[in-house]
């Protein structure tokens, strides 16, 4: 498969203007190629991971990649997909959240060659004036194209700053110049309006394409924080392995495709292995681990992280405690304990692990997230099946 061929098929739904784009890069024209994400929340996971790396296989292909980082537009909230507002984030939540989004990023896209720009650096000075020739380039009814516009303006729950938003990332555009633009299926209208207000301001509209939506850990809602079916690009190895670990088989085909860089031909052969039952499934799922955790580790990061696996599920063992530093012993209910530590991706994620019996303290399960929780030395949690906690006093004595 040639390299373009794979730079339009591989983890991709769909292009707009293919045959546009083909032209672009057969012209051998250095290509400014946008990705947009917002910070509003301060990890990025799996779910990111294919729109990044599309964006590094057109950086690999010689062409000028161009993080946008949505600083300003976060305060706003993207409404795709919505049946609800989002909240509003202030901007120190902003600040907080972008902290290392770049860092992030950094482990798919080479920043050394990219350019990173954050979108409040034209949107802070663009004024009244630019505000209203930006809302002259587009209709009302254009906007309420959009299904989830339509419901939503039914209950009387669409704020117009909401409505504004499709057009700011299309501004992001037109700063740009740039001739394509990558993002999720569920940004295509956001995407398909950036066409538009190009082309209004006069530019030749960017091409697009749109990447599939990562299915999550449950194998059935899309792949989010707010489900709690995501991975982390900052999760330990052993922990990126062990959820993989977890997914149910019908999904290793979309995730060796869409997670991780083992090549289309090696990735037949394992669902041909598969097929003729020279290796068993859990043994496929094993390779699909160690691939992904390759992305954001090393090799060696990835060897250990499937010892750790097959030490403690193959062989039975427990999983090595992290230690916990206290200040000193102390009550607290479970639910504070796990969210001010950050032992869970969210409140609700927390309050689920309690609920089903995924907390354990000396091996007794708490099942009640109110439960009041003395923390000393010596005490040993269990959250899930990946992960055991070991608590000090801070200054090492246990």
């Known amino acids: 498969m040639s390299r373009i061929n794979e730079l339009l098929t591989r983890g991709v739904a769909e292009i707009i203007e293919e045959q546009s784009l083909k032209q672009r890069l057969a012209s051998g024209k250095k290509l400014v190629v946008k990705l947009g994400i917002d910070p509003t929340a301060s990890k990025l996971h799996l779910g990111h991971y294919l729109v990044l790396q599309k964006l590094r296989d057109f950086q690999d292909a010689g062409h000028q990649a161009v993080l946008v980082i949505g600083d300003f537009t976060a305060t706003i909230g993207d409404p795709s997909g919505r049946t609800t507002k989002r909240v509003a984030l202030t901007k120190q939540k902003i600040k907080e959240n972008m902290k290392d989004y770049t860092t992030q990023a950094g482990k798919i896209v080479d920043l050394g060659r990219a350019k990173t720009v954050y979108n409040s650096s034209w949107f802070n000075n663009l004024g009244i004036d630019g505000i209203i020739e930006l809302a002259s380039k587009a209709t009302f009814s254009q906007i309420m194209e959009r299904k989830e516009f339509r419901t939503r303006l039914k209950r009387d729950h669409l704020s117009m700053l909401e409505s504004f938003y499709p057009l700011l990332q299309g501004y992001d555009s037109v700063k740009l110049a740039a001739d394509v633009e990558i993002g999720g299926l569920d940004q295509k209208l956001n995407l398909l309006m950036g066409r538009q207000i190009q082309k209004r301001y006069g530019q030749k509209e960017q091409d697009i394409v749109l990447t599939p939506l990562l299915r999550g850990l449950d194998g059935v809602e899309k792949m989010s924080k707010s489900a709690g079916n995501y991975i982390a690009f900052a999760d330990s190895a052993e922990n990126i392995f062990g959820k993989i670990m977890s997914i149910p088989d019908s999904l290793m085909r979309e995730y060796f495709i869409y997670c991780s860089r083992v090549p289309n031909e090696q990735i037949d052969t394992v669902f041909s292995d598969l097929s003729n039952k020279k290796i068993t499934p859990i043994e496929a799922k094993k390779k699909l681990a160690y691939e992904i955790v390759r992305v954001y580790y090393d090799e060696g990061w990835a060897v250990k992280a499937r010892r ?91």
Do not use: H, Y
């Open 308 to 398: 750790e696996f097959e030490r403690v599920f193959q062989e039975k063992g427990e999983p090595r405690p992290t230690i916990l530093a206290i200040g000193a012993e102390q009550k607290i209910k479970a639910l504070d304990f796990l969210i001010k530590n950050k032992l869970a991706s969210s409140k609700s994620a927390a309050r689920r692990l309690i609920i089903q019996g995924g907390f354990k303290i000396d091996g007794q399960q708490i099942r009640d997230p109110k439960t009041m929780v003395t923390l000393k030395k010596g005490l040993n949690l269990r959250l899930g099946k990946f992960k055991s906690l070991e608590i000090i006093l801070k200054g090492g004595q246990k």
